[in-house]
């Protein structure tokens, strides 16, 4: 069975701070890996998502990189702002006919000015 | 474009009643997800369609539990009956292919129904 792990489970950083966010899986045969940002009372949105033949992928201040020998997972946020702060999960996709998912429960990151 | 809309967004019951709710994707995705987020977790699936076909449902609860995808658009997922343990936000999310190595299955999530069973 898949778990998916993230740590810390909460995060808490002064505004213009460079942090990492960590995701672990169990199964390195993923098809590939999102990270999706959560705000209070909302649904997901997606950041980033990493084929499993990539090693990272960047979107502005966001840089997601996989590994999976190690079966490890970073979000690296450059230059936090007190809006970066959300609940921050990754999910994997398996490479099963159905592709099953499986999510961590997040890290909840508080920026403060 | 239009983002993926649920409904209701809120709903209270007693335990032992029944409840559905209702999920429109994003026209021409034919991959449609429901997860359950309990309050602290990260969503778990609950049943995935492609198109109007069920592709996993290995986590549905199916003696309550039950959802249809008619015509491979709108998606209905029903709860009979309500336990105390199903109070949840239960999660809609499409996207345009089922996962693959291309990463085509980037999802895009509802903004979800918050079910209270008392």
């Known amino acids: 069975k898949q778990e998916v792990t993230q740590i810390p489970a909460a995060l808490s950083v002064p505004e213009g701070e460079n942090l990492v966010l960590n995701c672990s899986f169990t199964d390195s045969a993923i098809y590939n890996l999102q990270w999706f940002r959560q705000d209070p009372g909302k649904g997901l949105t997606s950041l980033l998502l990493?084929?499993?033949?990539?090693r990272e992928q960047t979107s502005g201040r966001l840089n997601a990189s996989l590994d999976k020998s190690s079966g490890r997972s970073t979000l690296y946020i450059a230059a936090s702002q007190p809006g970066d702060s959300a609940t921050y999960l990754c999910g994997e996709w398996r490479n099963t006919n159905a592709g099953k998912s499986t999510f961590g429960d997040g890290t909840t990151l508080t920026v403060k000015p | 474009e239009a983002g993926v809309a649920q409904s209701p967004r809120y709903k209270i019951i007693e335990k032992r009643q029944s409840v559905a709710f209702w999920c429109n994707p994003i026209?021409?995705?034919?991959?449609l997800y429901w997860y359950q987020q309990i309050l602290g977790q990260g969503p778990k699936l609950l049943i995935q369609?492609?198109?109007?076909?069920?592709?996993?449902d290995s986590q549905l609860p199916k003696d309550r539990f039950s959802a249809e995808r008619l015509k491979g658009v709108d998606s209905t997922l029903k709860i009979q009956p309500a336990k105390l343990e199903d109070s949840a936000v239960y999660l809609c999310?499409?996207?345009?292919?089922?996962?693959?190595?291309?990463?085509?299955?980037?999802?895009?999530f509802g903004a979800g129904s918050r079910l209270t069973v008392l």
């Open positions: 999310a499409s996207s345009p292919r089922p996962p693959d190595r291309a990463g085509a299955n980037v999802l895009t």
């Open positions: 369609f492609q198109n109007n076909g069920v592709v996993d």
């Open positions: 990493i084929q499993s033949s990539q």
């Open positions: 026209s021409g995705h034919a991959t």
